[in-house]
Each structure stands twice: as C-alpha cells, then as structure tokens.
C-alpha cells in the first residue's frame, strides 16, 4: 500500500534525471536560500542567456520552479509546493551551501542586473 511520503517511481527518476545535471542540482540550491533571475545565473555560471533559460525551462516543466514577474525582472525561486518537495530538499539538504555564489555576485555588483 502506498503511503503519504513514497513517490511514483517514473517521477523519481524524471526529478533525479533532472537534478543529474551539476549546474541544475546547483541551481536548486541556490534557489533553496536564495530567488534568482536568468542575468544572476548567468553571471553565477559563466553561461550563455539561452543555456541558463533552457536549464530553466526544464525544471519549470515539471513544476520545480515557479517565477514570479518583480517590475521587468522574472526571478525564480524553488516550488516548495510541489507535491515532491520532500524529496528535493531531502537531497538538497546533502549538498554544500552555495552562499559564496551570491556573496560573490554583491562584491562584483551584480546581484539583480537585468537591465
């Protein structure tokens, strides 16, 4: 019998697929302290507009982000109310704080730079 906290075993795999990819997982993690916008990830990751934005897309598709739209800036933060969060910030929890990504953004003067 299925309880409460197991999950569908074809969703795990599509969410553990997802988080396979390094700079997604680090996305999630980022996300997990911290709301971000394509141009922070950009800056974070060294990475093309369009690689950040189909990274994205891919966690948005299965609802694992949301967005929210603040003056002419999207910024993205972690559903926590995805019916799988537990199992996200289950693995989550495992990894290495990415604080220094953001604090590193401040000291350059680039957290919220879309212009």
Request: charged letters at 25%.
């Amino acid at each position: 019998m299925k309880t409460n906290e197991s999950i569908d075993l074809q969703k795990a795999s599509q969410i553990l697929k997802l988080l396979g990819d390094r700079t997604r997982l680090t996305m999630m993690k980022l996300l997990e302290s911290h709301d971000c916008c394509v141009c922070e990830f950009v800056a974070i990751f060294k990475m093309s507009q369009p690689a950040i934005s189909q990274h994205l897309r891919k966690l948005r598709d299965i609802e694992l982000v949301k967005e929210e739209r603040r003056g002419q800036w999207i910024f993205y933060s972690i559903n926590q109310d995805h019916e799988d969060y537990p199992l996200i910030s289950s693995i989550l929890n495992h990894l290495p704080a990415q604080d220094d990504s953001i604090s590193e953004l401040v000291a350059q003067g680039l957290r919220i730079c879309c212009e």
